[in-house]
Nanobody
């Protein structure tokens, strides 16, 4: 099992910044990809950013404003969010993929980001 704990969400005004963190623990010796997804009220969960051995990938809506990074020594992934917009308001979920023969996906419980206009 892998446990993911997110932190850093909160209320911020439009144009502001927040930094989300997600710490992984448990059976993480084969931790591969890590990423962030978000789910706004009434909408489906969507990919925000992902970091793999091959690099990073971002949703078009956050390119140039959000930066994903990873500290392998701390088993932590970060999401630096700049120039936040009200439409960025959502619950942000950390995601991790572990490969032990098969590919297994884990999710954090989420952290709420609210951007006021």
């Amino acid at each position: 099992q892998v446990q993911l704990v997110e932190s850093g969400g909160g209320l911020v005004q439009a144009g502001g910044s927040l930094r989300l963190s997600c710490a992984a623990s448990g059976r993480i010796s084969n931790l591969k990809d890590m990423g962030w997804y978000r789910q706004a009220p009434g909408k489906q969960r969507e990919l925000v950013a992902i970091i793999t051995s091959g690099g990073t990938n971002y949703a078009d809506s956050v390119k140039g404003r959000f930066t994903i990074s990873r500290d392998n020594a701390k088993n932590t992934v970060y999401l630096q969010m700049e120039s936040l917009k009200p439409e960025d308001t959502a619950v942000y979920y950390c995601n991790a993929v572990v490969v032990i023969i098969t590919r297994m996906t884990y999710w954090g419980k989420g952290t709420l980001v609210t951007v006021s206009s």
